[in-house]
């Protein structure tokens, strides 16, 4: 082939994958769907996914009751597996009283504020980790449902502008990757759609529960990109915008990725 | 817009930022030293057992591993032992399942830690002092994307 | 620092004779030993070295591992349901820390 048929044909499979991109199949495919047999079984399994000992950790803290005000999670809120069913495929959120975006972390470190006097967890702490995932896995199989309209609209709006702007060192969007070459091979791995169904997630590489958040740090610095901190206004809005291309897709949290 | 090419090529700087301390790994004749120690030198036949192991693995950290020996599981006849050997992690000898009649059947599960592309060696210790073994091959693959912290 | 929890799932009833899978996850770090930290320090091993089930007494299964078993080792095996009585889970750490769990097998004609 010569040079210039090269770049032609390269030029055509640009616009026909940019092409695939605008007419994405809905709802798009989880992330599991592009791993192997073993991780998926492994993945729905409870007795075999290490997820669920954060799980397991979250019920306790759930039901743990904290010194003063005397409050437990299940105190005001009762039986998680019935109180918070469907509660993880609506967020991230706006809070009606605030304005602002939370996302689960931010709802529950919210509610410790306000009705435990207690201070926030740390982002990423085995502790936010597990009351995070006990809370998603009542969701589990769940389709994601988020608002992304009315008070949800600019910080939706936020997020699509992140996802498609070219960004760091190596110049790419998370469209690039995600939406264009989502189902393709890079290394050694699949491109998904990036749709963070399953967070907080046991990846295997980290050897433990990590949050979206640390895993959207890890996209900024694939591309050497800023990276910005975790629940921050940055990452919390294209959370959203992730969530509302998730639309549909079910809950698979605690889910297992590479 | 980057090819396909420079984002793996991109990817691949990523990923070698991040390089691992070098070590020493097991080499097959560490593999087969350690293989000699436990069976006492006592000849290893093939058969009976199977080892079960992804062809290729998505990421060496954790590799979904299971043995099944065939055996009646008996007072007179059952697995003493089965080890897991390797010819390319920094130690050969990964583990050993102890079983028991008590067992019913031979079959063992856990997640192993691959350093490398290897072959993979199950051996199993009969009571009556005979060594067993299957072998596969795993392609260990590295995810694309490789977190500094 | 005690080992933390572990999720151990079996069947809480079994007829006679049956042979009942069992399966065991337990978190830990397994830490190498090859690893270094932020700061080039090595960071020293410290793995689970020893798993042991007992049924009723008697000793039914045991597991040797090294950092070649996966962080958070899952461990998956079988027991042919006897009579009924109380498994007994230990996981032993190379710092000499212990984690225990106990489930008890209904066994029905």
């Known amino acids: 082939m010569t040079a210039r048929r090269r770049r032609l044909s390269s030029c055509m499979l640009s616009f026909l994958i940019a092409l695939a991109g605008s007419v994405e199949a809905e709802p798009l495919a989880s992330g599991s769907t592009f791993l192997s047999e073993a991780v998926r079984a492994q993945q729905a399994d409870e007795a075999a996914n290490p997820g669920m000992l954060w799980v397991d950790e979250g019920a306790e803290l759930w039901a743990q009751t904290v010194a003063e005000p005397g409050q437990s999670c299940a105190a005001c809120h009762g039986e998680a597996s019935d109180t918070m069913r469907g509660v993880a495929t609506r967020y991230p959120a706006v809070d009606a009283v605030s304005g602002a975006l939370l996302n689960l972390e931010g709802r529950i470190n919210t509610c410790r504020r306000e009705h435990q006097a207690l201070p926030p967890l740390a982002y990423e702490s085995d502790e936010l980790l597990s009351l995070t995932a006990f809370v998603a896995y009542q969701s589990r199989g769940l389709a994601m449902q988020v608002e992304t309209t009315g008070a949800a609209a600019p910080f939706h709006a936020a997020g699509r502008a992140f996802f498609h702007r070219r960004q760091g060192q190596l110049n790419l969007s998370c469209a690039h990757c995600h939406v264009r070459h989502a189902g393709r091979r890079m290394r050694g791995d699949i491109i998904s759609h990036g749709l963070g169904n399953g967070y907080p997630i046991y990846r295997l590489e980290w050897q433990t529960l990590g949050s979206l958040h640390r895993r959207l740090r890890l996209c900024s610095a694939s591309v050497r990109a800023v990276q910005f901190a975790s629940g921050g206004p940055e990452y919390l809005a294209l959370e959203l915008y992730l969530a509302g291309r998730a639309r549909d897709v079910a809950i698979e949290t605690p889910a297992i990725r590479r | 817009m980057p090819t396909r090419r420079q984002i793996i090529a991109a990817a691949g700087v990523a990923g070698s930022m991040l390089a691992l301390p070098r070590l020493a790994t097991a080499t097959p004749q560490m593999h087969d030293d350690a293989l000699s120690a436990l069976s006492g030198g006592a000849p290893i036949n093939d058969g009976r057992v199977e080892l079960i192991i992804p062809g290729v693995a998505e990421n060496g950290l954790s590799v979904f591993t299971t043995v099944a020996v065939e055996s009646p599981m008996t007072e007179a006849d059952h697995v003493r032992a089965i080890h897991i050997l390797s010819e390319q992690n920094p130690i050969a000898h990964l583990l050993t399942w102890h079983l028991s009649p008590r067992a019913g059947i031979a079959r063992v599960s856990t997640n192993i830690r691959l350093a490398a592309s290897q072959e993979v060696t199950a051996l199993a210790e009969m009571s009556d002092g005979t060594f067993w073994r299957d072998r596969r091959h795993v392609v260990v693959t590295i995810a694309a994307c490789i977190d500094g912290g | ?109």
């Open chain 3, 1 to 109: 620092m005690a080992l933390a929890a572990a999720r151990v799932s079996m069947p809480a009833e079994a007829r006679a004779g049956e042979v009942v899978e069992i399966k065991a996850l337990m978190r830990h770090p397994m830490e190498t030993g090859y690893q270094v930290d932020a700061m080039g320090e090595s960071i020293p091993r410290h793995i689970i070295e020893r798993f042991t089930v007992s049924y009723d007494g008697e000793r039914i299964f045991g597991m040797d591992l090294t950092q070649g078993v996966a962080a958070n080792p899952f461990i998956a095996f079988t027991t042919r349901a006897t009579r009924s009585g109380e498994l007994v889970f230990t996981w032993e750490d190379d710092r000499g820390e212990l984690s225990e769990v106990r489930k008890t097998l209904t066994v029905v004609p």
